[in-house]
């Protein structure tokens, strides 16, 4: 056991999340009676034993850098970042360990200086210890990035640069619609989509959790919200809210061909097209298993476009009549085929509340190598013609 005093571990649970090749494992700290708190005695409860956990990560490594043989005053095991406050706990990072029986003896110091200081929590590996995710590879993959109907500034503002970058806000229906159909979107690959472990960030605080319980962090705040879920390296999908009421999207496969993550980020056009004024699939390169899951909305713009950050939010209202550029696969209000030059060329499909999915018929010029074909792209912004933003809008 790592138990001593107030603070509690198993260490059989430590045992069978580690692995040998590893040499690093995060340590989940959870204090006493958490749940029962409201958010915000909450944070403070987490930000101040986070502060203690710093202390004692300290004093661990200078009490078990004596027990190395010969001792050594350099040997520390606790680094990475710092102890990180979350939604229920803190983790601390415990690396660079030669072995399981190394950490446990790190983690045992660990707990008595805890115990000491009169902390009483229970120790545990977290939910992601022993876990890899997909590295971002810079492939160019499919990827979705849609507009909300129904979004609305927040009353306080930011400023970014010289232009407002809004706030927004929706209400709990479409929060609640939106969560069950990116969730069950999220974890659709997954083998039991039920229990599955997604990745969520809620107000910068990172969390492994069921979709069920996801749900209710997500739904507190959901501009800037991000959530996923992965297998090893081989394969994932994530979805980011991002500040002006837009989601993005991608789902990424090893070993798969692109038509396989084309169809993904495809459905959920579909699946979501009731609460959207636009949608767009475009080629980006692969974040799904970077941190932050830095998914941008439509890059590259097109060489007619300023090339000022600001643009999306300062144009974010045209996004019900316009698109800013052309697509493979784009889903269109009848405002925007009532713009368009001729589409007669384009696979037109009719859905609910006035969308309709436009598909180019060769979806291949447009996603099986790194960039469009340049002549299908050309053609296709002569199809939607008027339809495309421009400086003068």
């Known amino acids: ?165 809004p706030g927004w806000v929706f209400d709990h229906e479409l929060a609640d619609r939106l969560l069950h159909s990116t969730l069950k979107w999220v974890v659709r690959d997954s083998p039991t989509p039920d229990t599955a472990t997604v990745d969520i960030v809620v107000d910068g605080v990172g969390m492994f959790m069921p979709p069920t319980e996801a749900a209710w962090h997500l739904r507190r705040n959901l501009t800037n919200a991000k959530l996923m879920w992965f297998e090893q390296d081989t394969r994932s999908r994530n979805v980011r809210f991002d500040s002006i009421g837009r989601i993005l999207a991608q789902a990424y496969e090893a070993h798969q061909p692109w038509t396989m993550t084309l169809a993904a980020v495809r459905s959920l056009l579909i699946d979501l097209h009731r609460d959207l004024e636009l949608g767009v699939v475009r080629l980006a390169p692969n974040q799904t298993g970077k941190p932050g899951w830095a998914l941008s909305s439509y890059a590259p713009l097109p060489e007619h476009l300023p090339r000022t950050r600001t643009i999306y939010s300062r144009w974010r209202h045209h996004d019900a009549t316009k698109t800013f550029d052309a697509y493979g696969i784009q889903l269109l209000s009848d405002a925007h085929l009532a713009a368009a030059h001729d589409l007669t060329g384009w696979i037109i499909t009719p859905l609910t509340g006035g969308m309709h999915l436009v598909e180019h018929p060769d979806p291949a010029a447009w996603f099986a190598h790194d960039e469009p074909d340049p002549h299908v792209l050309a053609q296709a912004r002569h199809d939607f013609g008027p339809m495309i933003i421009d400086r003068r809008d």
């Not at 749940?35 to 710093?54: G, V």
């Not at 072995?99 to 003896?105: C, D, G, M, N, T």
């Open 1 to 165: 056991m790592v138990s001593t005093g107030g603070v509690r571990g198993d260490e059989s649970s430590f045992r069978a999340r580690w692995h040998d090749d590893q040499e690093s494992i995060h340590i989940s700290v959870r204090p006493d009676g958490i749940d029962a708190l409201p958010l915000e005695q909450r944070r403070e409860a987490l930000a101040d034993l986070a502060s203690t956990c710093s202390t004692a990560l300290i004093a661990a490594n200078d009490r078990h850098a004596v027990i190395t043989d010969p001792p050594d005053p350099d040997y520390t095991l606790a680094c990475g970042p710092a102890p990180t406050p979350r939604i229920d706990d803190v983790e601390v990072w415990l690396t660079d360990a030669p072995s399981i029986e190394h950490a446990l003896a790190w983690i045992r110091t660990f707990a008595t200086v805890l115990n000491a200081k009169g902390v009483r929590c229970t120790l545990s590996p977290s939910r992601w210890a022993g876990r890899s995710r997909p590295e971002p590879n810079g492939q160019m993959i499919p990827s979705a990035a849609l507009c909300l109907k129904g979004w609305r500034i927040m009353d306080d503002t930011r400023r970014w640069g010289r232009y407002p970058n």
